[in-house]
């Protein structure tokens, strides 16, 4: 299947205003001036009963920010969010519209991680990051009105990889327990043999090349990218993970090493629902307001969390905080 009309108009206006030089022969800095007007095309998101930013100390004692979106007083469950660009870019900012979004229609607290990147801030720093927000989260946020609401970690592209990584950590840890993953386009393995890597038509706005740049600015030790907190496609064991929603696109590098992972979770015996989003590229998610392949996704998304915090809302023993 070829690419949707909105995807394909936009692929042809991206083509006709691209710079001289590609985004692995930029430097991080370059990369973050050339790609900062996106977010400009998302519009502003609904309103929200509180918006606020609060500063996170990270594992090495160095700060980074989480706005936490409530679209209520009593909000059904906390999604703690990480955004995708590579490690490398994106922000608070391109990820506000979306946030809101997912908050407004699914009922959920959303807490946005704003990581610190690579490469000033290289593997594990935003491994760590993540876990941090995470734990912030569990403490600061899930537990309101009397009840403790459910943690569901989701992320896309590279924020997917985090959030895959600590819901394993959570696993690992016995704490804090997860009600959910959702994982949207997902960055699990290094393997740039795959058939969706090579395949031509998937060379969009994140092409092969993106990718090995994103790597060498993530994690430039090349013997360190097996480690399962950089690819979790390697961890020794996926069981007794929490349900997961994955979702890939038909038109993206990541597509095979997505539905890899999906297919190592059932194989484990997590519950896993998978969907392939036919004629859509990489980033097409958090394009909200511009493609409708994102609309129809975070209806998916939002659909779905609204579920998992009914399931969560059914367990007694998690629906009040004990005395």
């Known amino acids: 299947m070829s690419f949707d009309e909105a995807t394909s108009n936009f692929l042809t206006a991206a083509a006709e205003n691209a710079g001289d030089r590609p985004l692995w022969e930029m430097s991080a800095p370059e990369a973050r001036e050339a790609t900062s007007g996106l977010d400009e095309l998302y519009g502003p998101g609904p309103e929200m009963h509180d918006a606020r930013d609060h500063q996170v100390v990270g594992e090495d004692g160095q700060e980074f ?54 490469p000033e801030h290289p593997f594990p720093i935003p491994v760590d990051d993540a876990w941090a927000g995470l734990k912030w989260a569990e403490e600061n946020i899930a537990e309101r009105n009397g009840k403790v609401l459910p943690l569901i970690v989701a992320g896309d592209s590279a924020g997917a990889n985090l959030a895959a990584v600590v819901a394993q950590r959570a696993r690992d840890e016995g704490s804090p327990t997860l009600q959910a993953q959702i994982l949207v386009c997902p960055v699990t393995d290094v393997d740039f043999t795959r058939d969706s890597y090579l395949a031509p038509e998937n060379q969009t706005l994140v092409s092969l090349e993106a990718m090995k740049w994103f790597w060498d600015q993530y994690v430039p030790d090349a013997s360190q990218r097996s480690n399962p907190a950089a690819t979790p496609l390697n961890a020794p064991s996926l069981a007794d993970l929490p349900p997961a929603l994955v979702i890939t696109a038909e038109h993206d590098v990541l597509r095979d090493e997505g539905e890899a992972y999906a297919r190592a979770l059932q194989e484990a015996g997590v519950q896993v629902e998978h969907h392939r989003w036919e ?41 009040t905080i004990a005395n």
């Open 65 to 118: 920010t989480v706005r936490v979106l409530l679209p209520s007083p009593s909000p059904t469950a906390v999604v703690v969010y990480y955004h995708g660009g590579g490690w490398v870019l994106e922000n608070l900012a391109g990820y506000d519209t979306l946030g809101r979004q997912l908050a407004e229609r699914s009922g959920a607290a959303v807490v946005l991680v704003e990581y610190r990147k690579a």
């Open 279 to 319: 004629g859509q590229m990489h980033t097409f998610f958090s394009m909200v307001n511009v493609l409708p392949g994102s609309a129809a996704a975070i209806d998916l998304v939002t659909e779905r969390i609204r579920s998992f915090a009914n399931d969560a809302a059914a367990q007694p023993d998690r629906a």
